[in-house]
């Protein structure tokens, strides 16, 4: 009886498997594909016959990931105005999305999400940098399994095809925890030595899904050692109560950078999005930048304090935060000009830009997110400026 049941699990499974082929070869986008091949080029078409569907998948998603899209002129920085700091910028806080995840082979509208290759286009990214004239970025890449080889693959790809303009960290999100464990990121980054420079953004602070992660928690301490191997700046996005935790690994690791962003360490409320603008939040910010010079603050939180670019707000309502700049001053100056001119070497300029919410990297929105922030950094001492505009995040990179 047991056998025979066995047998028939077999026999259905063959099925299954032969059904599920059978579909993912007959999906319209590769078919189309071949016809196109067999009447232009009969070369292509026997190249691509030979490939099997998870190639051929791969092949039309990396095509994608890299597909141009309609980009305006870029704005020269300077031919701005007086009271525009016009200098270079690096953003040290931009998010990449990753590819599909699921089973090859199926049809775009098959895969959820907003992932790179099937909705998204590496170009929007690159668009929405040059538009405005910014440098360089800090780009966090998600890499995971099942497709961690691929996710590595197309920074690698990137990084070729736009040279200087981005500087790789690695996401790697575990399956609860925030993070994969040592081994995992080692096995990573073995991958492609040398390609990462970074390791983050890591959101220690939890969310329904995964419990907060402290600093000092084994997973992490179990990290550290990976990232001085691979000479990786890290970057988090701190938790409440983590300030203690977080000092005690920075001076117990001394040659390792850590970057932090985020208003975390304070309870913020729940309807607040981005950090309280109460002056407790940068105490204990500044206490770990005064006590650690190997800690450094990325200020992400112009614009009012908040997260303008929150999954769920219109890119309309977000353009008419900037009708009015002064207003805008009025709370950013106070808040942020002291706090940048207090520790002009470790505080770093970013955007948090490139997550759940589409139009963040729409042309419009990065200029007006630049204008502004020009217009901020020209009130600065200008001691500070290219400082907090990008000289502390090359010099990172240097040493
Ligand atoms: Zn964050």
């Known amino acids: 009886m047991k056998s025979k049941r066995g047998y028939l699990t077999l026999l259905l499974s063959i099925i299954l498997v032969i059904f599920i082929s059978g579909c993912a070869q007959q999906q319209p986008g590769l078919a189309e594909r071949s016809e196109d091949s067999l009447t232009d080029d009969v070369e292509v078409y026997d190249k691509d016959e030979e490939l099997s569907v998870e190639e051929l998948h791969w092949k039309r998603v990396f095509a994608k990931a890299f597909e141009i899209v309609d ?4 704005r020269d920085p300077s031919s701005l105005p007086d009271g525009y700091y016009k200098g270079s910028m690096i953003d040290t806080h931009i998010h990449l999305q990753n590819l599909p ?69 690695i996401n790697p999100p575990g399956n609860v925890e925030a993070t994969v464990s040592a081994e995992e990121l080692e096995m990573m980054l073995n991958l492609e030595l040398g390609l990462f420079k970074g390791y983050g953004e890591i959101g220690l602070y939890g969310n329904p899904n995964s419990p907060p992660l402290s600093p000092n928690s084994t997973i992490l301490m179990e990290i550290y050692p990976v990232i001085k191997m691979h000479k990786l700046i890290v ?10 935790a977080y000092e005690n690994v920075a001076r117990a690791n001394p040659n390792i950078t850590f970057v932090f962003h985020g208003g975390n360490l304070f309870n913020i409320s729940e309807t607040q999005a981005g950090i309280s603008h109460d002056e407790k939040v940068l105490v204990l910010i500044e206490e770990l ?35 009015d700049y002064e207003a805008l001053l009025e709370i950013d100056l ?26 963040d990297k729409d042309p419009e929105v990065a200029l007006a997110l630049n204008n502004y922030t020009r ?10 400026q290219e400082k907090f505009a990008y000289k502390n995040a090359e010099r990172l990179l240097s040493e």
């Open 71 to 74: 980009c305006a002129e870029p």
């Open 101 to 169: 995840g699921g089973v090859p082979g199926f049809p775009d509208d098959y895969y959820t999400g907003d992932n790179l290759g099937i909705k998204r286009s590496m170009e929007e990214w690159v668009c929405m940098i040059n538009v405005e004239g910014t440098k360089q970025v800090w780009g966090f890449f998600p890499v995971a399994e099942p497709i961690v080889q691929e996710s590595v693959d197309v920074v690698k790809m990137t990084l070729e095809k736009y040279s200087d303009l981005f500087v790789p960290f």
């Open 235 to 244: 970057y988090f996005h701190l938790g409440q109560g983590q300030k203690e």
């Open 289 to 323: 930048l005064y006590n650690n010079p190997n800690i450094y603050y990325t200020v992400n939180e112009l614009y009012g304090g908040d997260w303008l670019l929150e999954l769920g707000r219109s890119k309309e309502k977000f353009l008419e935060n900037f009708a």
């Open 334 to 359: 106070p808040m942020w000009k002291g706090f940048i001119e207090r520790h002009p070497d470790q505080v770093l300029w970013g955007t948090d830009r490139g997550g759940p919410t589409i139009w």
């Open 375 to 384: 217009v901020f950094i020209d009130r600065l001492d200008p001691i500070v």
